[in-house]
Nanobody, 124 residues
Framework: QVQLVESGGGSVQAWGSLRLSCTASGRAFSSVAMAWFRQAPGEEREFVAAIIWSSRLTYYADSVKGRFTISRDNAKNTIYLQMNDLKPEDTAIFYC?????????????????WGQGTQVTVSS
């Protein structure tokens, strides 16, 4: 089991920036990929970005391409999400997920460990 702890959320005005962090502990070495998802009030949890642990390949939702960057620090078992040019529609709880299987990187159901979430609020 992998334990995930997110941090870095907060409130920011439109066009501002935030950086989220997610640190893994426990059996972190067994993770194949880690990702960020987000959930706005009344909406489903949706994919934001993912990174393959060994290759550093990255994937992004179309809505955040060019604005968000996912990265990792192996030594710290930590991934980051740098969010620039934030928009009010980015307001959501952001969750970090980890998985130990390959497959559809965008599929929420294949992530078997989740953090508690961190709130991001963007005002216009």
């Amino acid at each position: 089991q992998v334990q995930l702890v997110e941090s870095g959320g907060g409130s920011v005005q439109a066009w501002g920036s935030l950086r989220l962090s997610c640190t893994a502990s426990g059996r972190a070495f067994s993770s194949v990929a880690m990702a960020w998802f987000r959930q706005a009030p009344g909406e489903e949890r949706e994919f934001v970005a993912a990174i393959i642990w060994s290759s550093r390949l990255t994937y992004y939702a179309d809505s955040v391409k060019g604005r968000f960057t996912i990265s990792r620090d192996n030594a710290k078992n930590t991934i980051y999400l740098q969010m620039n040019d934030l928009k009010p529609e980015d307001t959501a709880i952001f969750y970090c997920g980890a998985r130990n299987t390959y497959g559809d990187i965008f599929s929420r159901s294949l992530y078997n460990s989740w953090g508690q979430g961190t709130q991001v609020t963007v005002s216009s």
